[in-house]
Structure formats: C-alpha cells, structure tokens
C-alpha cells in the first residue's frame, strides 16, 4: 500500500507566554506540544491520537527518556489547552445576569447567547468582561504571525465557513453507505468519470485543511497538531457557535478503494475525536464522514496529493 498522507504547511510558532489575562489559543498549545515533542511522540507514543489524557500519561511514562525541550513545554502545553477549555466553559454562567438584562432572557445553553453578550456595548459587568477575557472570546483578531500567512488564519477560516443559506438534506449514515455500495459494485471503475458520491457538499461552506497522518493510520502526526487547534479555535468563534459541521475524509485514488474508504473514514472520525476529546467541541456540533477516493478534490488529477485533505463543511443550526 502506497503512502497516503497529507501536506502540512509550516506556520511561524507564536510567543509561549502566559502574561496575558487572555488564556492561550489552541492552536498555539497544540502547535507548541506538536513542535517540542514530535521526536518523543514518535518514539515513545506512537499510535496515540492528540488527547489530554492518554498522550499526556504516555509522556508522563516516559520521561526519563523525554528530550529536555519537551519535558519543560509538555505539561505547559496540555495546561493551557485545559485552562481556555475550562474558561470558555465558565462564561455563560459569569455572565448569567447579561443574558437575562442585555439578551432578552436568553437561556444559557442558547448557541446564540455569548454571541449576544460579546455584541452588547454596555451593562456587562467586570466578571463578565474578565471571563471573556480569559476565554479568549475578547479579541479573536489574528495575531502578528497568523497575519503573515494570508487566508491561514483563524478569521479566514471563519469567512470560508459562514453563508450557509439553506440546510442540505442529508443522511451521513446513508451516504456513507451508498459509498460503500458504489465501491463494493466497482461501479465507476475509472476515477475520472466517477460522479460525486455526496454532491450536496459541493454546495456548502467548507474549509479544505492539510494534515499529515502516519502511514496508513489515522494518527495525526505532531506536525499537524498545530492545524488540529486552529480547526478548534474556528469552532469556537461566536460567529459559528450556532452552526453544526461534517468532517469529511478524502484520499488520493491510489490502492484499493475499499481501503481507502475504511481509512478517510477512521481519520475523519479521528478529527472529529480530537475536537471533541480534547479540545471539547459539542460532540452534537460534529458529524464525521470518509469518502475515501469517490469524491475526489481535484478529479482532473485523481493520483495527486491534493486529493488527500479533509474538508469541514457546515451542515445546517446545532440544535
């Protein structure tokens, strides 16, 4: 079986400061974790997907071996991630007396409500200005070194996502079936000629992200745990709290497709686990689906590299 991963591009590494009453982005967290300790990860955890509980267990075994740099960033790097989790948690219950005085009783599992309070230009109190604060919620504008990398940024994310006008009707489960019907029937033996499995998607508001697996797996390699973070940190923004997406998987049409269709589904859901575990994205907000080579990217080329991305794709409200 040939190689099938993706391309991770580079991004600058940004400060690793805690001075600011702001907690750390996940993409900073994740991406300084991914950077200090990619060679003691390979060496000692691999086979462990980016979670805050086992992959910090297995360097916690293993620091006797661990490298100098990551022994002193690695406990940092899960704090942060856990500090801003714990801190956009706390939010709507700071600021429980704004969404009953500012936003019209807004119930405080309303997906609308901290949009509501971040829009409000007075009578929101210093508790509730210190949780935004600290939430991260206070200024999402990118920082110096995301600005330097136009389009990869958090808000270009966000821009690539938003527009959704009118809901697809679709059934993840029913598609993933009829791919697997297709793939089984050998139906469209030649990849250029093949029609999309799921052509609602083409439709959507959606982002096509970059990240590198390991070796027919669907662990994400530390290299790309940068882009894991930022992915939570779109998620996250109030102008898509609302909005509830899909996870697609895709590969290049190398190999079996059959396996190739197992193997985009196993990373999609490994995405989806990761926002999820981790970074605690509502698992109501997150479905996960592999199309493995029957929809490819870039059709004209269905052997290229570019073919083996997954896509976020925002389906419709949360609930």
Request: aromatic letters at 4%; charged letters at 25%; one cysteine or more.
């Amino acid at each position: 079986m040939n190689l099938i991963r993706t391309i991770f591009f580079i991004l600058p590494i940004a400060a690793w400061s805690s001075a600011s009453a702001e907690t750390m982005r996940f993409e900073d967290s994740a991406g300084k974790l991914g950077t200090s300790c990619a060679t003691d990860i390979g060496a000692s955890c691999r086979g462990v997907n980016l979670d805050s509980i086992r992959l910090k267990d297995c360097l916690v075994r293993n620091q006797d071996s661990m490298s100098a740099q990551c022994k002193t960033d690695y406990v940092r790097a899960f704090d942060a991630t856990q500090k801003r989790v714990a801190a956009r948690a706390a939010v709507r219950k700071l600021c429980e007396r704004e969404l009953v005085k500012l936003c019209g009783g807004v119930q405080k599992d309303d997906s609308n409500a901290l949009e509501c309070i971040l829009t409000a230009t007075r009578g929101v109190s210093a508790k509730c200005n210190q949780a935004i604060s600290e939430a991260g919620f206070g200024s999402m504008a990118p920082s110096a070194e995301a600005q330097a990398q136009p389009g990869a940024t958090t808000q270009g994310w966000v821009n690539e996502l938003v527009g959704l006008e009118t809901p697809p009707d679709m059934d993840v489960a029913a598609l993933r079936q009829q791919a697997l019907e297709r793939v089984k029937s050998k139906a469209d033996g030649v990849p250029l000629k093949r029609p999309p499995v799921a052509a609602q998607l083409l439709k959507l508001p959606k982002l096509v992200v970059e990240i590198q697996f390991d070796e027919d797996s669907p662990i994400v390699r530390p290299d790309s745990y940068r882009v894991l973070g930022r992915i939570a940190d779109t998620l996250y923004h109030p102008t898509l709290l609302p909005y509830k997406f899909l996870i697609v998987g895709h590969t290049a049409a190398t190999g079996k497709r059959e396996y190739n269709l197992t193997l985009s589904q196993r990373r999609a859901d490994a995405v989806r686990d990761v926002l999820v575990t981790t970074f605690k994205i509502s698992s109501k907000r997150l479905q996960a689906i592999g199309l493995g080579e029957e929809q490819l990217l870039d059709a004209a080329h269905p052997t290229a590299t570019t073919n083996q991305r997954i896509q976020v794709a925002t389906v419709g409200k949360a609930l």
